[in-house]
């Protein structure tokens, strides 16, 4: 079986404005440097689906495996609504409730499949989250293991993103789905929320699970 490396990621970011549309490009962000311009376009082009080939050179084989994915998960921080849920990478629209895809390819491109957390202001005041300045702060824990898979390396820089009122802001990591695997992603816990230029009560992560299979075999009938 192929090993990943998760650092192998993309990320990608577009920004949803109330009575608006504006999206930074429909551009990627490679994990390693993911930020954002004065303009807020980013720095790193790419496609939705795209990734770095894995260190043996080859994509693998993974279209034939089965994906167990989960209903959206929500929650309320300091103010901001916040949404975690699944894409399918094909279609790009958001898996809504609790699917099994029997075929990887049904939602996969290039073996890639999508995450995707939203951020709602429902207050009156401005809010600013910072988080690291090099990936989006979801981080990927394999069942049975306390130490994160992705990101590998910790950040040591920040970057602050502000939301204003009824202001929503949409971060996308695509990562490679090849592997037969059972995790768990969070996000937050590298993010800290502030008002008035105050640091907020930490939130408890935005936790969301999913399950890569190796299809069944199918019934021999003798």
Same mark, same amino acid.
């Given at each position: &079986? &192929? ?9 990608? &970011? #577009?920004?949803?404005? &109330? ?7 429909? !551009?990627d ?11 807020? @376009? ?13 260190a ?5 084989? #993974?279209?034939?495996? =089965? ?6 998960? !929500?929650?309320?921080?300091?103010g901001?609504?916040r949404?975690? %849920? ?7 629209? *958001?898996?809504?409730? $609790? ?6 390819? %049904? ?11 939203? %951020? ?20 990927l824990?394999?069942? +049975? ?5 992705? *990101?590998?390396? $910790?950040?040591? +820089? ?8 009824? $202001? ?13 695997? @059972? +995790? ?18 930490q939130? =408890? ?11 069944p ?6």
């Amino acid at each position: &079986m &192929m090993k990943i490396t998760y650092k192998k990621l993309i990320i990608s &970011m #577009s920004f949803i404005l &109330m009575g608006g549309l504006l999206t930074a490009c429909g !551009e990627d962000l490679f994990a390693g440097g993911a930020s954002l311009g004065g303009s807020g @376009n980013p720095t790193k082009p790419g496609k939705p689906g795209d990734y770095e080939t894995p260190a043996d050179g080859e994509k693998g084989d #993974s279209k034939d495996n =089965e994906i167990w994915l989960p209903a959206p998960v !929500e929650d309320d921080c300091n103010g901001l609504h916040r949404k975690l %849920q699944f894409l399918n990478n094909v279609t790009r629209e *958001p898996i809504e409730k $609790e699917t099994v895809f029997k075929y990887a390819q %049904q939602l996969t491109i290039n073996g890639t499949l999508a995450l995707q957390i939203t %951020q709602t202001n429902k207050g009156l005041e401005k809010i600013q989250e910072r988080q690291p300045a090099c990936y989006v702060p979801l981080e990927l824990y394999l069942f +049975g293991n306390t130490k994160r898979s992705y *990101p590998e390396n $910790e950040c040591k +820089g920040t970057q602050t993103y502000e939301y204003q009122p009824n $202001e929503t802001k949409t971060f996308i990591v695509n990562y490679p789905a090849f592997e037969v695997m @059972n +995790g768990t992603w969070k996000y937050g816990l590298e993010s800290t929320y502030l008002k008035n230029e105050q640091e907020l009560k930490q939130c =408890e992560p935005l936790t969301i699970q999913f399950k890569i299979s190796v299809p069944p075999e199918p019934i021999k009938i003798n």
